[in-house]
């Protein structure tokens, strides 16, 4: 049992853990592609997941027409495109620019927003976030001083749910029904504010980030030195003092885990009709993206998943089906539920397995928490929260049972298929 083992701390999850910065933010994007084992990759912000029809399908025609065919979904609702053809950068600009996913090109890095993706569509929560999405991306594109963000630097826009809020964004604005409160890194202190200002919190609150930040390399709050991490949340409202804006403190603490939509129709809502779908390892071929795209518009979450909108009415049942044929998760009991990997082998030079396949390979009956699988120790997309952690070593495979920033275990499985898929459907069905 991984849980009766002793705890320790978790082992950082990907450069971006670090506490101080050698070298410049090399973050891949848009406009700076990066250079993969399998070509080159892009990674194209989606400020709360949110597309088109119009904007998937350039998508669409851009991983197929310069990449590998497929689009590989993020842990903050973003595409990439994976291997991208030598030269491509212009035509691919071009595509995106076009589709209006370009809005400014300095700007396109630091587009890194999650929003509760069900926000508005089934009743739930106690805000729609939408407002606040169109607002604080015309902020962030308005802002000379925002370019300086990296290109990790995360905003999370909960509607009160707690679903992002738990995914431990740099800032967080949280829907409290009439009002709003803000949250800066983890702490459990939040400021209240009018909900109108909530974008403009953001911005201000980035810039003191930033001021705070100077000179020590950080790139996201919790990289930065004690002093000064203690320091910005009342720095922040000082500011927003300045800037008229009044905040109260007051205690919210951030939930623990991070849950995604059911997959299914989306219950309840004035709305038309929306569809939850799971996405396996986040990863979509051309057919199942137009599936989707042609669908309605497409909300992409945190999760590594979708939500259609704007399905017919009476069309969702259908809709499920086509989609569960075509490989998709549209109900409850998918063995493919909970299960994530990085991109691993071929992809990544630094893997040291195809994890993707293993984690194929493993699927069984779906287990009570989630898994995680990783071709290093930098867990590049790991999840939050509570989940089964698979590392690929020289030995073989670590498992962990994850909670927050512990684990317990690890134990070490040797490469043997039947005993590592043995090894995951136990720890995933214990829990502990």
């Known amino acids: 049992m991984l849980a009766a083992m002793s705890a320790s701390p978790l082992t950082p999850r990907s450069p971006g853990d670090a506490r ?26 989606i400020p709360g997941g949110v597309l ?20 590989h979904l993020t842990s903050r609702g973003n595409v990439q495109l994976r291997g991208l053809t030598p030269g491509c950068g212009a035509e691919l600009a071009g595509l995106l620019d076009a589709a209006a996913l370009l809005p400014s090109e300095r700007h396109e890095r630091v587009r890194n927003v999650v929003a509760s993706p069900l926000s508005g569509l089934d009743g739930g929560g106690a805000a729609d976030v939408g407002p606040w999405l169109a607002e604080l991306d015309r902020l962030l594109c308005g802002s000379d001083r925002a370019t300086r963000l990296s290109g990790r630097f995360l ?6 749910r707690g679903d992002v809020d738990a995914l431990g964004a740099d800032l967080t604005l949280i829907g409290l029904g009439a009002g709003a409160a803000l949250r800066v890194g983890s702490a459990d202190t939040v400021f209240r504010l009018p909900a109108a200002e909530g974008p ?15 000179g020590t390399g950080a790139w996201r709050v919790a990289d930065l030195p004690d002093d000064a991490k203690a320091a910005l949340p009342d720095e922040v409202v000082r500011r927003l003092g ?6 109260s403190p007051g205690r919210h603490p951030r939930p623990l885990e991070a849950r995604s939509p059911e997959p299914g129709p989306v219950p309840g809502g004035p709305r038309a009709t929306a569809l939850s779908v799971g996405v396996p ?37 259908a809709l499920a089906g086509t989609l569960a044929e075509a490989g ?24 040291l397995a195809d994890v993707r396949a293993q984690a194929g390979a493993a699927v069984g009956p779906p287990g009570r928490l989630p ?13 939050r929260g509570e989940w089964i952690d698979v590392v690929a070593t020289p030995d073989g495979h670590r498992i962990s049972h994850v909670r927050g920033d512990r684990a317990d275990g690890p134990v070490t499985v040797r490469d043997d298929p039947a005993a590592l898929a043995a090894a995951v459907a136990s720890a995933r069905g214990s829990g502990g």
Do not use: N
Request: charged fraction near 20%; glycine fraction near 16%; aromatic fraction near 6%.
């Open 20 to 45: 101080a910065r050698s070298s410049d933010d090399a973050c891949p994007g848009a406009l700076r592609l990066h250079r993969a084992d399998d070509g080159a990759l892009a990674r194209i912000r």
């Open 52 to 71: 088109t029809p119009r904007q998937a399908w350039a998508l669409g025609k851009a991983a197929g027409r310069l990449g590998d065919g497929e689009l």
């Open 155 to 160: 905003f999370a826009l909960d509607d009160g």
């Open 200 to 214: 403009r919190a953001l911005l201000a609150a980035a810039g003191a980030f930033l001021d705070a930040a100077d």
């Open 242 to 247: 300045q800037a008229g804006v009044t905040t």
């Open 281 to 317: 390892l986040g990863r979509l071929d051309l057919t199942q993206w137009q599936l989707l795209s042609g669908a309605g518009g497409m909300r992409l979450t945190p999760w590594r998943g979708v939500v259609v909108t704007g399905v017919a009415p009476g069309a969702a049942d």
């Open 328 to 351: 998709l998760i549209t109900g409850p009991g998918s063995p493919w539920a909970g299960v994530g990997a990085c991109i691993g082998r071929p992809g990544c030079a630094k893997s």
């Open 371 to 383: 898994v995680y699988w990783s071709g290093c120790a930098r867990r590049c997309g790991h999840p």
